[in-house]
């Protein structure tokens, strides 16, 4: 891609494999197949790039069948080959509704220095996206500031997805024109319609935006949802760009840096297919080469600890340190005499403590800690500090 920008990912990935030998094909069917050798898992070992991790006898044994399949049909693999065994770290995962998601990529988007991609399987103007359309507004006005351009892609199915880069977008809305086209390109009169609400590009313009509709009739459905920026941070999520306030899903999104973050971008050029236009900043610079630095961390957060624009207190070093329940009254304390139970008597010889003997504690019981309801010093409010009479509902 870095010698030839002119031709698009898919021209390139067909011409590096598309006479890929399948002359030592195995059929499944075939009685000559054998149990996996340690010599088979040393073979797939060799496949990957672990750098300094060691990967275990049943993950090898997962990636030695993954591996098998790439005979049949290298693309089967949605990765170039050498890229599908990686290494990397995960600094962060974040387990909640959409929006604390989508509040962490904004972040992220906001302090691009090149380009970002995005992909979704759904896209709809929502609160979800209004913090990626108030980042993208932010970004542009930072991009001006350094006179400098963002590239952006985006394939999403718009109504159901969307793929960002250097401000490119790919999403996935069947079309009859698919049948000849999978990946179609998109308007930004379609991507700023009011259904999906991206920005216009006065709205952003130190922002180039390209974005596709990939879909492959009839059920071909491109489902992917990550966000890779500038080829050093990746996030990869279960959820769309979709939420509304009253959406209660649970998601999960993982951040990802280091090599694995080639892999990801490799995806991401190959189910692009098309030219990219404009190209990529970032196509000559591999997330293994390093150059990730961290420190606009301390940066994010002002002399309280607060992340800036926000109250809750959330830097390392400065978060309060609080206790385990809800009132100082509820802190169970130890055993007032510990000596028994820490350093029990030998040979024979006596203690203060005897098997009949109950430590001296002045906590409450294990049951009323979990079943508050029967305690009407315990079970309350939090919210008044008034308690709860018995039998009241606490929902």
Same mark, same amino acid.
């Given at each position: ?35 996996? *050798? ?71 988007? +906001? ?8 992909? *979704? ?18 970004? =542009? ?50 991507? *700023? ?117 926000? =109250? ?35 040979? %024979?010889?006596?203690?203060?403590? *005897? ?13 009323? +800690? ?20 018995? %039998?009241?509902?606490?929902?």
């Amino acid at each position: 891609m870095a010698k030839e920008p002119s031709l698009g990912p898919g021209d390139i990935y067909q011409r590096l494999y598309e006479e890929h030998d399948q002359s030592q094909i195995v059929d499944k069917e075939s009685p000559n197949v054998k149990e996996i *050798t340690e010599e088979d898992l040393e073979r797939a070992a060799q496949c990957g790039r672990w750098g300094p991790t060691k990967p275990s006898t049943t993950f090898l044994r997962i990636y030695h069948d993954v591996l098998c399949t790439l005979d049949v049909n290298v693309a089967q693999a949605v990765v170039s080959p050498p890229l599908l065994g990686t290494c990397g770290v995960m600094p962060l995962t974040i387990l909640s509704i959409v929006p604390d998601i989508m509040r962490h990529m904004s972040n992220l988007i +906001v302090r691009a220095e090149k380009e970002i991609v995005i992909a *979704t399987n759904y896209w709809i103007f929502s609160v979800a996206s209004r913090f990626v359309n108030n980042a993208l507004k932010e970004l =542009s006005h930072r991009a001006q500031q350094r006179n400098q351009r963002i590239v952006m892609k985006a394939s999403p199915f718009f109504e159901s997805e969307l793929c960002l880069t250097r401000n490119q977008l790919i999403y996935d809305r069947g079309s009859p024109l698919q049948i000849i086209e999978n990946h179609l390109p998109v308007s930004e009169q379609t991507y *700023t319609s009011k259904e999906i609400g991206l920005p216009p590009s006065e709205e952003i313009p130190n922002i180039d935006i390209q974005a596709i509709n990939y879909h492959r009739p009839v059920l071909g459905t491109f489902h992917a949802k990550f966000m890779i920026v500038d080829r050093k941070f990746a996030v990869v999520q279960s959820n769309n760009i979709q939420a509304c306030l009253d959406n209660p899903n649970l998601e999960m999104a993982c951040q990802l840096e280091g090599p694995i973050v080639d892999s990801l971008y490799d995806m991401m050029l190959i189910s692009w297919c098309n030219k990219l236009e404009p190209p990529l900043p970032s196509i000559s610079s591999p997330a293994a080469a390093g150059d990730i630095s961290g420190s606009f961390h301390d940066d994010q957060f002002n002399a309280k600890g607060t992340f800036r624009g926000g =109250s809750a207190v959330l830097h390392p070093q400065l978060v309060p340190k609080l206790q385990a329940y809800g009132r100082p009254g509820d802190q169970p304390t130890c055993p007032t005499t510990t000596d028994g139970v820490l350093h029990p008597v030998e040979n %024979g010889g006596t203690s203060d403590l *005897t098997p009949k003997q109950e430590p001296v504690s002045t906590s409450v019981s294990p049951r009323q +800690v979990l079943h508050p309801e029967g305690n009407a010093e315990r079970g309350g409010d939090f919210r008044t500090g008034e308690p709860l009479g018995q %039998g009241h509902n606490i929902f």
